[in-house]
């Protein structure tokens, strides 16, 4: 029993090591973008004490937050002002993970319910895609978004997000589409419903915990996504992982404004986990009970 305890208390005490180890570089990061110059360059670091700042954040974002001592802080002046690129970001990332999750569900409905003939080789096909390096695709879809002027657009990088994750989509939501019992499709057809009616009423519901899982990675991939973006824009569009770079200049870094955007940058996809929670654990252990 003593034993037992004992084994229990160690679990414990290592799952809190391995949880510290973690989120504690996430805790440093976000405590930079509170501190000024003098305490990130502090030898030996200061890990909790320190004089807390908001004057990174107000660079950043060109507003002043009312805490400390009042300076000027002009609305998109500033080397250092990215808000326009944080909603940049949070916009191709939503809208490119709308389009693959929309796409991929029809595609994946239809791999995993249908036969037809070279089903297996186009699943492959699609798996041997997300084995291809962003780099061999990125100028030659530099020259054939330059032909159709989808250069520094949302639409332009957008779509090329919604074909980065397509791959993954369609592979994660056929496996999903796999657990659901097949003879429910069979029972709703002989009903007389059509395929578009079981997809849509009897599929789609039983798949949303996949379907929200999915739509999670494909919005963190798209979120910190960095060379296709960077090869695509010019001035009119950037996103947080790509203007992070511009903080380093002939100078030095200023690492106190690219810790205030990286902690801000956390936000958008903290919300977007938090508002499919629900269905986000149930979606990540659907077939780990399949026999």
């Excluded at 492959?124 to 657009?153: G, H």
């Excluded at 296709?228 to 010019?234: E, I, K, P």
Aim: overall charge positive; aromatic content about 14%; some cysteine.
């Amino acid at each position: 029993m003593h034993q037992s305890t004992g084994i229990r208390t160690l679990r414990t005490i290592g799952g809190w090591l391995v949880v510290a180890a973690f989120f504690f570089p996430i805790y440093f990061w976000t405590s930079v973008a509170f501190r000024n110059s003098k305490d990130i360059f502090n030898w030996p670091p200061k890990f909790f004490v320190f004089e807390p700042t908001v004057k990174n954040f107000e660079q950043v974002f060109g507003v002043s937050l009312g805490f400390g001592a009042a300076e000027a802080v002009t609305p998109g002046g500033g080397n250092f002002y990215m808000a326009p690129r944080l909603w940049d970001s949070i916009v191709v990332a939503s809208m490119s993970t709308v389009l693959a999750i929309i796409v991929a569900t029809l595609a994946a409905y239809s791999l995993s319910r249908m036969n037809f003939r070279g089903r297996h080789e186009f699943v492959n096909w699609v798996l041997s895609t997300r084995m291809m390096p962003p780099v061999a695709v990125a100028i030659p879809m530099f020259f054939i978004f330059k032909q159709f002027s989808l250069l520094d657009t949302y639409l332009g990088v957008i779509l090329i997000h919604g074909l980065m994750n397509l791959p993954l989509a369609v592979l994660l939501l056929k496996s999903f589409f796999d657990d659901i019992p097949s003879e429910i499709d069979e029972s709703a057809l002989l009903d007389g419903a059509s395929r578009w009616t079981i997809f849509r009423r009897i599929v789609l519901p039983m798949a949303k915990g996949g379907i929200a899982a999915t739509a999670v990675l494909c919005f963190i991939f798209s979120w910190t996504e960095f060379l296709f973006v960077l090869t695509l824009t010019q001035t009119n569009l950037k996103t947080v992982p790509v203007v992070s770079s511009t903080f380093v200049t002939s100078i030095g870094t200023a690492w106190g404004n690219m810790a205030a955007l990286g902690a801000a940058s956390i936000v958008p996809a903290f919300i977007v986990i938090l508002l499919v929670q629900r269905h986000l654990v149930r979606g990540l252990t659907m077939g780990s009970l399949k026999q």
